[in-house]
Every structure is written in structure tokens, then in C-alpha cells.
């Protein structure tokens, strides 16, 4: 999508290791415009898989899969880190390692928001290694819901997430996907000669 | 505003202690469409404030937030937790008590995205005894940023919260108010005879 692409390349920097700082528009500071656009792109690609619902991990897939849910005019359930008071004590609980923050971090979903035979789709910022996307797979999963398609708003390619995920069969979209990062560059998978 | 109050009539749980469970359309699983709605008109009640920037936490802010910034036409910033590896090591922080978590957070914005000269409007998900909002407050003073109002969907009058913010002199709105959840009922400000 080249909207995203674009920004990515003006405004977001490489801070090496593979580290994409994006916090001026995706998740610190956010561009609503920039994404209600890439949320309704995600809502167009998916349109025929038949969702029931979206699903996501707190905290910054919150932006576009409310404006994908919105625009499939589907309920979205984000996945908590942290199970809150309000929370039944048996929920759908998976241990996720998380890169970027070097610990393991809980994802957590009430058996209320999940159901045995939904479709999910599920929905983030980033696909990287793909552990984040995993977890939610698991929940999906250990509440007997289906998987229908995976959407992210940036894959990094290089961590091979895709790879980890496709053995799941479903629609795997990313709008922006980064196949390397060295050398301080960022190129996209389009941009391949 | 009628469709929020009815939602919390009708799927709202009255936990006691003064916890109302909405996690079935707010702050787990969201209702895409009700959160656009309660954007829109917090966005159309500070249509003459002026705001160039929207505040939130995350993370149950993060939803309404991201619609009232977008109907507004501005960036929206949320306040982190958890300080990210993308941020810079200079940061605005400040804690915050948590009455439903029974701890103090740390609210965390960049100096990148929120400036000297900036006019916040903050956003939230709860009004209640005001110190997540007053954390919020004091993040956009340390900044130099002037506050221009404060938005939230779901006031809890009985806490004090806008008794507290009330020095602030600038325009508090909240969409739905709750002047009492005793005897496991749910009285709003307009019920009342």
C-alpha cells in the first residue's frame, strides 16, 4: 500500500537490528487518516473470508483493527497483557516471547469475547518473527474458533514470520512488507529488481 | 448520549465497589460502531477548542481516542506504560495511582510527539476519581502544552474525579454519567428526578 510505504520511508527510522521505529505514526504518536486507510485496505482484502470477528493483541493493533472491524461491520476483541478485575477467573491465557521487549509476555482473552465456531481474522501492526500472531492463533484455537486470514500493517520479512504462520493454509496480507534492513536501508518487497 | 447510556443498561454489569463491567463493547472486546459514534460527538462537543493534538493512555482509550482525533483532523498521542525501545531515553514520565489495578503505572509520552505551544485534548474511556486523567494533565504541563479539554465516555460522578479536575477551568465532557451504582443498579445524571 503505498500510503504506508511512503510514510514508513519519510518518517520512519531503522534503528538497526532489525528495529523499525514507527512511533510517529503507528504506535506512540498515531496518524487516524493513515489509518483508517490502511484498516479499510485490510476490511477490502478480507471482505470474502466471512469473519466473525477481529482479533488483537493490545496495544497498537487496536488502531487498525477497530477501522477493519468497523468496516467489515464486525465486533473486535483485543487481547490483554494483563487479565483485569472485571475478567472471569477462567479466561484463554498463552505465554508469547516478545523481542522487543527480551521477556515473555501473557496474552490473555475472556471465554465471554470467544467462542467455539467463530471465524476470526486476525489483525496487528507488525508481523516480525511472528510469536505475537502465533499466541493469538493459540487462543483462537483453544477456544475452538477458526482462523480465516491474517493481516498486519508492516511485515518484516526477514524474521520469518510468514513461514512460521503458513502451515495455518489461511490469507496472510501485509501492506507494507520490508524484505531487509541492512545497512541502514529499508526496502520493500516491490522494490526488488 | 442515549446509545452509550442504553449499551450500559443493557450489557453493562454492576460489579460492586463501585466496578461497572464493560468489557463486552469498551475495553476488551469493542463495538467498532458505538465506539465511531461516541468519537464523533466528543469530537463535535470541542469543535471550537482548537485542539492540535489528542492525549489518551492506553489502553481502552486508545479506541475513542483515535475517532475523535480523526474526526478533528489531528495526531493522536498515546501515553505509554512501558517505556519501548523506540523512545528516547529523555522522556516525560510521571505515575499514576491505579484504583482497578491496585498499583501506581507510569504514564510515559516522548518529547518527539508532544510539544511546547501544543493544544491537548485529552481522551479516555473512564471519568472516575480523575488520577489517570490528572497523570495525563501533567504530562501536557511538563511538556508546556496548554489543555483545552477533557473527554471521556464514561463518567463515575461518586468518585470526585471532575470535582478534582475542576482548577483546570477548561471544558470536561463526558458521554455517559453515573451518579450512583448502589444496590446494584445504575443511575445516570439525567435519571435523576
Known sequence: ??????????????????????????????????????????????????????????????????????????????????????????????????????RTVELIVSPEYLADGERVLIIDDFLASGATILGLVRLAQTAGAELVGIGTLIEKRFEGGRGVLADLGIQIESLACIISMEDEQIIFEDDQA
Chains 1, 2 share one sequence.
Open 1 to 102: 500500500m503505498r500510503a504506508l510505504k511512503e510514510r514508513i520511508l519519510s518518517e520512519g527510522k531503522n534503528l538497526g537490528g532489525g528495529i523499525l521505529k514507527v512511533d510517529g505514526f503507528i504506535n506512540h504518536q498515531v496518524d487516524p487518516a493513515l489509518m483508517d486507510a490502511c484498516g479499510r485496505e485490510l476490511a477490502r482484502r478480507f471482505k470474502d473470508v466471512r469473519a466473525t470477528k477481529v482479533l488483537t493483541a493490545e496495544i497498537s493493533g487496536i488502531a487498525p483493527a477497530l477501522i477493519t472491524a468497523m468496516c467489515l461491520g464486525l465486533p473486535v476483541v483485543y487481547a490483554r497483557k494483563h487479565k483485569p478485575i472485571t475478567m472471569p477467573d477462567q479466561v484463554f491465557l498463552t505465554l508469547s516471547p516478545s523481542h522487543t521487549k527480551g
